[in-house]
């Protein structure tokens, strides 16, 4: 049977970003079991990505802060097996976001600051401002906000030193 129309997919459709929120949510939950740590899973769909984030249901409690380690380093790892769970049910691969107790968000807020005070360096003194180097979700963080101040940017260096460079329009 054949249709006459071809049924459009789009690969990151609502339904399929919760799919990868879910799949995340099981993987993260064995993963707090077998670590005995207490945490919610919450799911989200955040600029195109499946979203998950693991909070406490106790502010107080700091124990899932060892889950995004010292400057993010577990945290990074852990999103990375998290894709692969969810990349080994999909067959597809994922862009979802993970975060640990607020650790990208606060970190988000501080990336966002330093790209302003680059953006204003910028535009005072019309030279290009390198920053420090940073890790793929930092970089996209102050890519977005360059772009919003209507400014250039672009990465540059190999990884573990890939930095940004911003200059004017």
Do not use: W
């Not at 099981?26 to 707090?32: F, P, R, S, T």
């Not at 919610?40 to 955040?46: A, Q």
């Not at 124990?63 to 380690?69: D, I």
């Amino acid at each position: 049977m054949t249709s006459s129309q071809p049924e459009a997919v789009e690969p990151t459709s609502a339904s399929r970003l919760e799919e990868e929120g879910e799949i995340a949510a099981d993987y993260l939950e064995e993963l707090l079991d077998i670590a005995d740590l207490d945490g919610d899973i919450d799911i989200d769909i955040d600029h195109g990505r499946a979203a998950v984030e693991i909070v406490s249901d106790d502010p107080a409690d700091r124990s899932l802060s060892r889950l995004a380690g010292k400057d993010g380093e577990v945290l990074d790892a852990l999103q990375e097996l998290t894709r692969l769970a969810v990349q080994t049910k999909t067959g597809e691969r994922s862009r979802l976001m993970l975060d640990v107790a607020g650790f990208r968000a606060a970190r988000r807020l501080e990336l966002v600051a330093v790209a302003e005070a680059a953006i204003v360096r910028v535009r005072e003194s019309g030279t290009v401002v390198a920053l420090a180097p940073m890790n793929p979700f930092e970089r996209k963080v102050v890519h977005d906000t360059v772009a919003a101040a209507g400014l250039v940017s672009d990465s540059e260096g190999v990884e573990p030193q890939r930095h940004v460079v911003i200059r004017g329009a």
